[in-house]
């Protein structure tokens, strides 16, 4: 089993800046890799980044280049730094980890608001 939980979000203007944190617990030698995802009100939920074990790295085309994943191993943490953030990316964002030889386990954090006001 692995828990995850956020934090970091909140109202930015537009143009501003958040990181999200997503510190991850227990069974954290299982994992594979470690993503966020986000869902705007009356959309789909997507994938806004991923990174892997190996340190690989992949972004939705809506936010490569101003967003970046990252994580840090001693705390057990996967970060995602957002800037020049855009009234579109209002969402609740979503940390995500994914074990099992197949992927087939996949663990979900509580969420995070983030605004983006205009």
């Known amino acids: 089993q692995v828990q995850l939980v956020e934090s970091g979000g909140g109202l930015v203007q537009a143009g501003g800046s958040l990181r999200l944190s997503c510190a991850a617990s227990?069974?954290?030698?299982?994992?594979?890799?470690m993503g966020w995802y986000r869902q705007a009100p009356g959309k789909l939920r997507e994938l806004v980044a991923r990174l892997t074990r190996g340190g690989s790295t992949n972004y939705a085309d809506s936010v490569r280049g101003r967003f970046t994943i990252s994580g840090d191993n001693a705390k057990n943490t996967v970060y995602l730094q957002m800037n020049s953030l855009k009234p579109e990316n209002t969402a609740v964002y979503c940390c995500n980890a994914r074990s099992g030889k197949m992927y087939e386990y996949v663990y979900w954090g509580q969420g995070t608001q983030v605004t983006v006001s205009s």
């Open positions: 227990g069974s954290i030698f299982s994992i594979n890799d």
